[in-house]
């Protein structure tokens, strides 16, 4: 192990030089091909993000233009609910269009997509969201913490809809702070007390939910919406297709910002992601495949980007990954992690792509981060990072098996095949914290042309097999294996 010291030449007998490969099968994997499979080689990864690139194709939509002003909406109004989902309807009914919301605030509760919406918010235009929570019910289908529950519509969600998306330069306020929504976090995991004396918090009914996953109890039977405090997502398609957010300004989240679950080719292009209350996430796509996350703009309470699967015994009853996933040219500020993988990662996640991304942050706690446990499990593999800037973090990289129960379950996260290439970090309490297990160490973490200026420690290894660093300095003195 490393804990401590500027010592560029490492020594540890628990690490072994390895070259990096990509299996053979992992790449026809991506392609949808299967005649290779078995072989192993020694390919252009990013490659197979430019093939992610092109399989990626925002929706398009009929030049028809569905004005909600038109069906009863009003800046004035202290309620534009049921006029914004008549002008959806009546956009669907026609083949699809622009529902538009021009300059103005419009004060509404839970929006329904339908298929071959673009719902199109104009620069001087606003969408705020009401905080009373019986404007989110009856409730949905939909996943908390990974967990499928019924619960609070997401305030703006779909269901088994294809060609959708969100755009425009106007603003999705969800209205949530320190009296609304925000509350109801409490103090669970959390340094940070959110809850207010004689307000309830979620911390009862996450507990319930968590033993009814377990329990492998039917979804239709969790009933988690009035009484339960379970905040909703913000934004959640819920396996949709042809998916796109583009231009808009999210901020103010109950809960986490974006999350995309069980989708297909998905675009988020041009967001700007502003909320720094409790599990603020930014952009969580769980479960997704064929994603592009590109010019965003993340400033946030909780982890920037982070992509999951599930939680625990959904996660592996669901038993999808995400897979096939390409972040670039983002800008991330505050957050608990720039980039992340976890933790509610139980179904897996491969083939990650992330590049032409800068990040900087006195509250920036980690840059690189995979978070898992034998609680949570999970297959994590071919994870590809190259051009990045970090001013300022806390920790640059991080891959953690102790992340929160710790070791304390039966199924062995599994890591592997991590490429960093050109990652230039300004300032930083520590370079790493990388602990695997004994039974299953980390495995094939390679660096390459990597400076880390100004770092107090090296900070952790733990558990890798096959690390390698090439052209790596710390300190200005170069880091040896």
């Not at 009373?132 to 529950?149: H, K």
């Amino acid at each position: 192990m490393i804990s401590d010291g500027l010592s560029a030449s490492v020594a540890m007998h628990k690490i072994s030089r390895r070259s990096f490969v990509l299996t053979a099968s992992s790449v026809c994997s991506l392609l949808g091909v299967t005649a290779c499979a078995g072989r192993t080689s020694q390919i252009d990864h990013w490659a197979l993000a430019d093939t992610i690139r092109r399989q990626v194709i925002p929706p398009l939509f009929p030049a028809r233009t569905f004005d909600i002003r038109h069906y009863g909406a009003k800046p004035e109004s202290s309620d534009n609910t049921q006029a914004i989902a008549a002008a959806i309807e009546a956009c669907h009914q026609a083949g699809g269009g622009k529902v538009l919301v021009a300059e103005g605030r419009y004060v509404t509760g839970s929006i329904h997509l339908l298929s071959n919406v673009n719902l199109h918010i104009d620069e001087n235009a606003t969408i705020a969201f009401l905080t009373d929570p019986n404007a989110y019910l009856p409730a949905v289908f939909t996943r908390w913490e990974g967990m499928e529950i019924m619960g609070y519509s997401p305030l703006i969600y779909a269901r088994h809809q294809s060609n959708i998306a969100i755009t425009g330069k106007g603003t999705l306020d969800g209205q949530a702070n320190k009296t609304h929504w925000w509350p109801w976090k409490g103090n669970n995991f959390s340094s940070v007390n959110w809850g207010i004396e004689g307000v309830p918090t979620q911390a009862v009914a996450r507990e319930k939910l968590m033993r009814d996953v377990e329990a492998n109890r039917p979804v239709a039977e969790r009933i988690y919406a009035d009484g339960s405090y379970l905040r909703p997502a913000f934004i959640q398609p819920y396996e949709c297709k042809n998916l796109l957010i583009e231009g808009v300004t999210v901020t103010n989240a109950p809960f986490w910002l974006l999350n995309p679950v069980l989708c297909e080719n998905v675009t988020i292009d041009g967001v700007t992601l502003s909320s720094h209350g409790p599990n603020s996430d930014g952009c969580d796509p769980e479960s997704c495949k064929n994603v592009i996350i590109k010019n965003c703009l993340f400033d946030t309470g909780d982890d920037c980007i982070a992509i999951k699967s599930g939680r625990n015994a959904d996660g592996r009853r669901i038993n999808i990954p995400s897979e096939n996933i390409l972040i670039e040219n983002c800008n991330m500020r505050s957050g608990h992690g720039g980039v992340v993988i976890g933790s509610e990662i139980s179904g897996g996640a491969r083939n990650i792509f992330v590049q032409h991304c800068e990040m900087s942050s006195p509250e920036l706690e980690r840059g690189i981060r995979i978070k898992t446990n034998s609680v949570r499990g999970g297959l994590i593999e071919n994870f590809f990072i190259r051009n990045i800037k970090i001013g300022e973090v806390q920790t640059a990289i991080v891959v953690d098996f102790q992340y929160e129960e710790g070791d304390a379950g039966k199924f062995t996260p599994i890591v592997r095949n991590i490429q960093i290439q050109n990652l230039r970090c300004e300032k930083a309490q520590q370079v790493f914290q990388i602990r695997g297990y004994a039974r299953s160490p980390i495995a094939n973490l390679g660096l390459s042309d990597c400076e880390f200026v100004s770092v107090k420690i090296i900070g952790v290894l733990e558990e890798l097999r096959g690390m390698t660093a090439e052209n790596v300095s710390i300190n200005g003195a170069t880091l040896t294996l």
